[in-house]
């Protein structure tokens, strides 16, 4: 039997008892049902199963679900408030055309959001180097772009 | 691909020789091999496990001499299945001069190729993962043969 | 395109997609979120060799592994039949197509790497990873090709024993007679060899499907990332596994990203329907990306030999074209019709060429099947017209625009009947190419070539001006063709009895919007609440029949089955109320959402005629059944044919030889649109495929057939910072023949945009004295670099 683990997800605490070797990913898509985090590769290059870990995105594929122990977790399901109320970066997202197909948003969203609290205006170069580690196949970035700037505007206002 | 070296050695000719048809050095020498079982004088089946990149395999080898020219040269070719990981081909042209006084050196030129996931992934990577697996070799050979009988005068 | 500040929810209005919610959450459905209970995995072994035998599979280890519920090879698939091919193409001699049997495991013989070979089933996917690792497969590689004129010669290795020389086809289209003759007469002839280089789509999504099996009804279940789930349930249920339709579900719920390679029906859905019913789980397999490098369908691939004729004042003569197309090695869904039927009739593009001839070999190599990816067969058509128009310019010393501007078909000589069969319905190219030029300030070009030349920078300015068939597709017309199906599509309103109204829809969404897009069109035509419109798709027992989405062709297409349902409805609705206001039924007329006396101020609410509907209580029972549903299928009268102006600048560094695309404008004419803001999304996302050919991708196998760029770290996917933002808009000229006037922008950018590209770079190494007529996709720094070096 593998070692308990205890981690905050999206508020709740949660205590398992993932396998050594499964990762962040795995453990939030198949053993919490967390299925927002998608899985769009294997060596760790598409950003699609960015969650934020203590606030800072994290590929959830290149981490240990035991490397997660004792943090905070937040997957896009947990994005929005309480009372459902979007997260201006969604919002911007989708008042921007910011996806098409969605499954490269989850990761898009979070890393924004991170990037947005390291940084509170960037450029549109700022933004699409951040970017680096996120494809997106449908929208040719464009409208991400747009989307994360209008996000950063409402946040810093 | 092609890579080749040299390598200077410490022992005779006719000794090193010998230690290059051994399959006990052989096993040691060999970079991750867990294996090395003789089937004949030229032949070994062996279960060797190689790192390329991100791929890490379990390969089964099989490993032939070819050309035998005693003590001078030989070819060495390798056929390694590494299951899903995909396979790896190589030859190496050995060739063994006499340097006199307990002293030769060892020249190699070989040529690797892989296929399924490793080509698919690692490809880059293979030249550099090959060059590292030849020198591992030689300079394990080299010092199993200074601590064996055959490096002795 | 003014995509915020239209705030109608009707058609026209820039209606912010209901999807988004959802997908914003993580709520979204994909194929990998489903999880039923009891489901096993499945993992495939997949051949590391580009060809060889198969001398024996030893399964005992991997079936004694733990958790393993069963091991399955080629010998246990004997009686599933072959994956099919939807499309048959006939060789100039009138003899059909090789079409070699594509097994579901490979049968004796791997004949590309990737090719699978066994089916491991466990209980969970670690599981069935581990044992699929101690299957043994005894191969005996055989010698493969990868090179289409090496595979091509007579002495070739063979991908299929029977097939001497690998020749799928050999196709031809036009009078060669009549282009032999304009050529003998020309006054200058342009001659270019290109490359349209091989592509792998990379939806972010990777493919993923399972089988379920209730062996008490007897009914299949598959859920895949399908982007028409009523072809595969077709495909498979009549083809491979001898289902029939009533007793297997097709469900694609949402599916993230396909470009063409979701179209078809792969070995893996089959196998997971089969293996479900086998081992009584359900049975599940997600790809791996890796996996879908060497397993989803590939794109492109074409070798091209063109030569242009002109006369003295720079019009075309005519045109010829003999290319190689890659087929890889096995016939996928679409594959024989796209270097053919999407290829040759669209070499006229915009221009009056007189005579054009075009042949078509189609090749088997040791590669992965190669098929539609976005754009299929008119990028292809695209880069060969417009890099030898460019060409053409510089050879004879005309300026780009102006050789084009020359041999475009005018305005009034619509419809216009091209060489290759296809009769254009409407447009009006030099309007889209005036308001491109303008836009992208073409005529101010030289004085950006001096500041980057003074900066160090050689600057470039590439034009495309293209045109695409979509709307596929007049069933009739492409059944003489060859297609196996018709390419309708069926949409059904049901009119619930509070008035809300279901739309089921056989066109699947995978990003495009259509659950916004269509509910414009029913509320615009219903005159009723948006958000009372909800839109069905992606699940063959909801939904009647559909053919999906590809081709530019769901709105177009579906969009008018959905018109057509909807004036069902109001014709009906007319009838109930002509009994209701005792009026007669050419009296009444359908306004603003109300069923009024022509006339009078007598109406009814649609709300009213719907709840008449289902409470007959004062209704034409004798001549009217209750109830308000109907459905329609549309089978479209001709292909739309969008078309646009492309204008391309690029700043080539000639230290590195890196292209950076200093600006982008894309000027398109899609007809009418209905929401301006997706349309505006599909544009941007096909220019960045189409930037992504140009300048980055490009699909590696070496001579051995081993797949060298199968993976993110190999294959160049365009990122956020390698493109720029596109300004984009739009003319319109609206289709002359469905009822909604649309054609369809999906395809667009990945057409229009590869050529502008490469002319843009081409022009940009010759204004910095670097005389090149030609540099193949992809325009990476180390082949512009040599390029630059040899002159
Ligand atoms: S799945 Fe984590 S980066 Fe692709
Ligand atoms: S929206 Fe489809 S991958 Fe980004």
Same mark, same amino acid.
């Given at each position: ?30 053993e919490l049902g967390l299925t927002g985090a998608h899985v769009g590769c294997d060596t760790s290059q598409c950003g699609a199963c960015v969650v934020l870990v203590d606030g800072k995105s994290v590929k959830s594929c290149t981490m240990l679900a ?92 | ?6 390598? =200077? ?54 490993? =032939? ?15 390694? =299945? ?37 080509? =698919? ?33 | ?199 792998? *789509? ?473 929401? *301006? ?115």
């Open positions: 039997m593998s070692e308990q683990i205890t981690v905050t997800v999206n508020g709740d605490t949660v205590s398992a008892r993932p396998a050594a070797n499964t990762l962040l990913s795995t453990f939030l898509r198949e035991h490397q997660a122990a004792g943090t905070n977790v937040t997957t896009i399901e947990g994005l929005a408030g309480d009372g459902g109320e979007l997260h201006p970066m969604q919002e911007a997202f989708r008042d921007n055309h910011g996806l098409q197909c969605g499954f490269c948003t989850p990761g898009m969203v979070l890393s924004a959001v991170d990037l947005v609290s390291r940084n509170p205006d960037p450029s549109e170069g700022e933004v699409r180097s951040w970017l680096e580690g996120n494809i997106c196949r449908c929208t040719g970035y464009h409208n991400i772009v747009k989307s994360i700037r209008a996000a950063a505007k409402v946040m810093r206002a | 691909m092609d890579i080749g070296g040299e390598h =200077q050695i410490p022992a005779a000719r006719e000794a090193v020789w010998r230690a290059l048809n051994d399959a006990d050095i052989l096993r040691r020498a060999i970079p991750g091999c867990e294996e090395l079982e003789k089937i004949s004088d030229t032949e070994f089946n062996a279960r060797i496990t190689a790192k390329i990149g991100p791929v890490k395999a379990r390969f089964k080898a099989r490993i =032939q001499l070819e050309d035998m020219d005693p003590p001078a040269s030989y070819t060495l070719t390798g056929e390694g =299945q590494g299951g899903v990981a995909g396979f790896a081909k190589g030859a190496a042209k050995v060739r063994l001069l006499d340097q006199g006084e307990g002293a030769s050196v060892l020249k190699y030129e070989a040529e690797m190729r892989v296929g399924g996931k490793i080509a =698919q992934v690692g490809s880059r990577l293979v030249r550099g993962a090959a060059r590292k697996t030849a020198a591992g070799f030689f300079a394990n050979f080299v010092a199993i043969l200074g601590e064996s009988a055959y490096g002795k005068p | 395109m003014n995509a915020n500040t239209t705030t109608t929810s009707g058609i026209g209005g820039s209606v912010r997609r209901r999807e988004d919610s959802r997908f914003l959450q993580g709520r979204g459905r994909y194929t990998d979120d489903i999880n039923i209970a009891g489901q096993a995995y499945a993992v495939f072994v997949r051949s590391p060799h580009a060809h060889a035998r198969i001398n024996g599979i030893d399964t005992a280890a991997a079936t004694a592994a733990e958790g393993v519920v069963a091991v399955f090879t080629a010998e246990h698939t004997k009686d599933i039949g072959g994956v099919p091919t939807g499309w048959q193409v006939h060789s100039k001699d009138g003899e059909p197509m090789a079409e070699p049997k594509h097994p579901v495991l490979a049968e004796g013989m791997a004949r590309h790497v990737g090719d699978p070979v066994a089916m491991v089933i466990a209980a969970t996917r670690r599981q069935a990873r581990d044992a699929a690792e101690l299957v043994a497969v005894d191969y005996d590689p055989q010698p493969a090709v990868v090179d289409m004129k090496a595979a091509l010669a007579a002495d070739s290795t063979k991908v299929h024993a029977d097939l001497p020389g690998n020749l799928c086809y050999d196709w031809e289209l036009g009078d060669k007679a009549a282009v032999d003759e304009a050529f003998a007469g020309a006054a200058h002839v342009t001659k270019l060899d290109l490359v349209n280089n091989r592509l792998i *789509p990379n939806a972010v999504e990777p493919r993923c499907a399972i089988g379920d099996f209730d062996s008490v009804s007897g009914e299949h279940t598959l859920y895949t990332t399908s982007q028409n789930p009523h072809v595969i349930r077709l495909l498979m249920g009549a083809f491979v596994l001898s289902i029939p339709e009533h007793k297997l579900r097709v469900v694609a719920p949402d599916v993230g990203g396909g470009f063409g390679s979701k179209i078809f029906h792969y070995a893996e859905e089959a196998l997971v329907t089969w293996a479900a019913a086998q081992v009584k789980k359900p049975v599940k397999w997600t790809a791996e990306r890796s996996e879908s490098f060497m397993s989803d369908a590939h794109g492109r691939d074409h070798v091209t030999h063109a030569e242009l004729a002109l006369d003295a004042d720079g019009k075309f003569l005519a045109l010829r074209c003999s290319t190689l197309a890659n087929m890889g090695a096995y016939l996928s869904t679409f594959a024989p019709c796209i270097p053919t039927y999407l290829h040759g009739t669209l070499l006229a593009g915009q221009y009056v060429t007189p005579a054009i001839y075009c042949e078509v070999k189609a090749v088997f190599t040791n590669t992965v099947p190669v098929d539609a990816y976005r754009g299929a067969g008119r990028p292809e058509a695209t880069f060969i017209l417009e890099r030898i128009v460019d060409q053409a310019a510089a050879e004879t010393g005309v300026d780009p625009a102006e050789l084009r501007r020359r041999n475009l078909i005018k305005p009034e000589q619509f419809p216009y009947q091209t060489p290759v069969a296809l009769q254009y319905d409407t447009g009006n190219y030099e309007a889209t190419l005036d308001q491109a030029l303008k836009a992208a300030d073409y005529a101010g070009f030289e004085s950006r070539r001096k500041q980057s030349a003074a900066a160090g920078k050689l600057r470039g300015v590439g034009l495309s001006c293209y045109i695409e068939a979509c709307g596929i597709a007049p069933s009739n017309v492409v059944g003489s063709l060859g297609a196996r199906a018709g390419l309708y599509e069926a949409a059904t309103i049901r009119v619930n009895p509070t008035g809300s109204v279901v739309v089921l829809t056989g066109s699947h969404a995978h990003g495009q919007g259509h659950e916004t897009t269509f509910a414009q069109v029913v509320s615009d035509m219903l005159g009723i609440d948006y958000d009372a419109v909800e839109i069905v798709h992606g699940d063959t027992a909801k939904v009647p029949f559909g053919m999906g989405t590809y081709g530019s062709r769901s709105i177009a297409v579906g969009g008018a089955a959905i018109a057509k349902a909807v004036d069902k409805i109001i014709a009906k609705g007319k009838k109930i109320a002509a009994h209701l206001l005792e009026a007669g039924e050419g009296d009444i007329v359908f306004e603003n959402g109300a069923f009024k006396v022509a006339g009078t101020d007598r109406e009814k609410s649609f709300g009213d005629i719907a709840l008449t509907a289902y409470v007959p209580h004062q209704y034409p029972l004798e001549s009217l059944e209750p109830g308000l549903e109907e459905t329609a299928f549309y089978d479209p009268a001709n292909f739309t044919y969008p078309a646009g102006t492309y204008v391309c600048e690029v700043e080539v560094d000639p230290d590195t030889g890196r292209v950076t695309v200093a600006s982008f404008h894309a000027s398109d004419d899609f007809g009418n649109l209905i929401n *301006p803001m997706i349309v505006e999304g599909q544009v941007h996302g096909g220019l960045a495929q189409g930037i992504g050919q140009a300048l980055l991708e490009n699909c590696v196998y070496d001579a051995d057939g081993q797949l060298l760029s199968g993976s993110y770290m190999d294959y160049c996917m365009p990122r956020a910072d390698d493109l720029p933002s596109f300004q984009v808009d739009t003319t319109v000229t609206a289709c002359t023949h469905n009822p909604l006037g649309v054609k369809g922008c999906g395809e667009a950018g990945a057409i229009g945009a590869p050529p502008a590209l490469i002319n843009a770079v081409v022009n940009a190494l010759n204004g910095g004295g670097h005389p090149i007529a030609h540099l193949d996709m992809p325009a990476t720094p180390q082949k512009v670099w040599a390029a630059m070096q040899s002159n």
